[in-house]
């Protein structure tokens, strides 16, 4: 119960609802605000595909329309001059701006401000725009309309190396935020040889105090990101202290604690719905490529929060090596009773991983926040990539976590350019049952783990 009426508090400070789109597929968020940086609604917008087909939507009052689309690919977005507000829209184009997108799976957003359009791609931003065409001057949308991003087909004139290049970048990068988040819960099964299925609603919840604080507050992301860290590292403490300690004291079996945190995952996600609403969220950023080689763009958080992610990992291995707290951590971890007869406060130890697991949880959840868009059940969404890269890796292990972690976010990403995307888990899940068919303890796991 306190549980649920801390993440209440947390939702007294929504200041607002989120606006409305759809849950799954492939989608187009398409937002309008005037000059006056207010939403614009009744806005009339028309999407072309490569075949000419158009989808047509009206942003609501919030300034806001999603549009559903059946695959991923190249569009064309045009926006109708009656429809907009006083002083948007490019001056060399003041009737209709299109723009072409490569929509991904997941989620894009194409944003349309005094001054022209920007678009914004998660989680692969656009290549460099090789041309700049206009929109005809009526409110139709021809196929293959282009202005800001190339041609409006296809890509496949894309050579294959640019197309390997940007899908090992974003696998790498997702990689690096996966292993931050895999890290805390393999840090709580060693100590506490917990399978907790809750893991990903402290990823979750880092997601949305990140949103709260750079969304809601306007406050600068970084003090999003440390925001995000300290309440992660909370939110674990009152987890263990209000939940695992007084089972533990109890000396209840591990598969009753492993039910309860099942159990625990499945209410946080319905109070985060309930508190945050269903739809998507995105958390404010620039989205713009700040580092551009061959065809790979890099957004600014993708390079921060990589930075971060490889900071954090090697601090959480010195750690480990060379503190008297981390060594006493291992202790536990290799065996609980041996380092209580030797004078180790155990329960201290424990408490010590639960904030720490929910800093790194909370801070890999508004990294990934940063990365694509968040709903009240992301963390549930890569719960089982999460267990997959500590199995790969071998469980109980730091640096296995994190190598685990960067294979599955390259198995994932890479294998899109052979698979359809909707299958992209099912070869991360091949590759790590292959590999403990091979390797049962994982790729750095211990053999005396095992059994």
């Not at 940086?37 to 009744?42: G, L, N």
């Not at 974003?170 to 292993?179: A, D, E, I, N, Y």
């Not at 954090?312 to 503190?323: N, Y």
């Not at 707290?325 to 009773?337: E, H, I, L, S």
Request: hydrophobic letters at 50%; aromatic letters at 8%; charged letters at 10%.
């Amino acid at each position: 119960m306190a549980l649920l009426a801390f993440l209440a508090l947390c939702g007294t400070f929504q200041a607002r609802s989120a606006p409305g789109a759809n849950a799954a597929g492939v989608q187009l968020i398409v937002t309008v605000t005037g000059a006056d940086s207010k939403p614009a609604p009744k806005v009339a917008i028309t999407v072309a595909d490569a075949a000419g087909q158009l989808i047509k939507a009206t942003t609501d009052a919030d300034g806001k329309a999603t549009i559903a689309l059946t695959e991923s690919g190249r569009y064309g977005v045009y926006f109708d001059v009656a429809t907009l507000p006083s002083g948007v829209g490019p001056a060399a184009n003041p009737t209709v701006r299109a723009t072409t997108g490569n929509i991904s799976p997941q989620f894009t957003a194409i944003t349309l401000t005094a001054g022209g359009v920007r678009t914004e791609v998660t989680p692969a931003p656009l290549a460099a725009p090789s041309a700049t065409g206009t929109a005809t001057s009526t409110g139709s949308a021809p196929a293959g309309g282009e202005a800001g991003g190339g041609s409006g087909g296809s890509s496949d004139s894309t050579s294959f190396i640019d197309q390997l290049s940007s899908k090992i970048s974003t696998g790498l990068t997702f990689g690096l935020l996966l292993g931050l988040a895999s890290i805390g819960l393999s840090l709580i099964y060693s100590t506490t040889g917990l399978n907790n299925f809750a893991h990903g609603e402290l990823v979750t919840f880092g997601a949305f105090m990140a949103y709260m604080i750079a969304g809601q507050w306007n406050l600068n992301g970084w003090i999003a990101i440390s925001g995000a860290l300290v309440l992660g590292g909370c939110f674990g403490y009152l987890q263990d202290f209000l939940l695992w300690r007084p089972l533990r004291k109890r000396r209840l079996g591990m598969m009753q604690i492993m039910i309860v945190s099942i159990g625990l995952s499945l209410a946080l996600r319905y109070v985060f719905a309930f508190i945050w609403g269903p739809d998507r969220l995105s958390i404010p950023a620039n989205n713009d490529p700040l580092v551009s080689f061959g065809s790979v763009n890099l957004r600014y958080w993708d390079v921060v929060g990589s930075i971060i992610a490889i900071v954090l990992l090697v601090l959480v291995a010195l750690f480990f090596s060379f503190t008297r707290t981390g060594k006493a951590t291992r202790a536990v971890a290799d065996n609980k009773a041996l380092a209580a007869a030797t004078g180790i406060n155990v329960e201290r130890i424990t408490r010590i991983v639960w904030v720490g697991g929910g800093a790194l949880a909370g801070v890999a959840g508004a990294l990934i926040g940063y990365y694509q868009t968040l709903q009240w059940n992301a963390g549930a969404l890569i719960l089982l990539l999460l267990f997959a890269s500590v199995t790969l890796g071998g469980l109980g292990t730091t640096w296995g976590a994190l190598v685990g972690a960067i294979i599955i976010g390259l198995a994932m990403d890479v294998s899109t350019m052979w698979v359809p995307t909707s299958l992209k888990y099912v070869v991360a899940m091949l590759i790590m049952i292959i590999v403990l068919l091979v390797r049962p303890q994982g790729l750095l796991g211990r053999k005396q783990r095992i059994g």
